[in-house]
């Protein structure tokens, strides 16, 4: 026997307003600041690995501790601000795909209880077809049925 109604916990329509609000604000925060790259700027610029990850850490280490050493080509008031929005993005990365794979798997469970309840209703409407109830209930099974393979 199928599961129906694996979840009941619903959004009401405030929170799904509230929520969509909340997204439309960090949109437009994080798009005023940031770009896309074209395939080919992103092959030029590429990608840092986890040990220029560890190198960027070091540099940053010795300004903060060791800032005698730090060389004047560099303008570290940039450097610095580029750090903190590294940050602040892979923070953000990482919170949002958190977010989306809980999104995704309680979306499962709606599809999931959405095509149970749809079964049943396809099964009655059939079965009312089939009992002569009236010429609705057979369009409505013919309906139904072009979705699936005889």
């Known amino acids: 026997m199928a599961l129906f109604n694996l979840i009941t916990d619903h959004f009401t329509d405030i929170e799904i307003s509230n929520a969509a609000a909340a997204l ?53 008031t940039e450097f610095m601000a580029d750090a903190k929005d590294r940050n602040f993005l892979e923070a953000s990365m990482m919170r949002l795909a958190g977010f989306t794979e809980v999104m995704k798997d309680t979306k499962i469970l709606h599809d999931h209880d959405n095509f149970q309840n749809g079964l049943l209703d396809k099964k009655y409407a059939k079965y009312k077809a089939d009992t002569g109830s009236g010429g609705l209930w057979e369009v409505k099974s013919n309906e139904y049925a072009q979705f699936f393979t005889p």
């Open 24 to 76: 439309q604000t960090f949109e437009t925060i994080i798009l005023s600041k940031c770009r896309n790259l074209t395939p080919e700027e992103s092959s030029q610029y590429g990608s840092i690995d986890e040990q220029m990850k560890l190198f960027i850490n070091k540099v940053l280490q010795y300004h903060n501790t060791q800032p005698a050493l730090d060389s004047p080509d560099v303008d570290w």
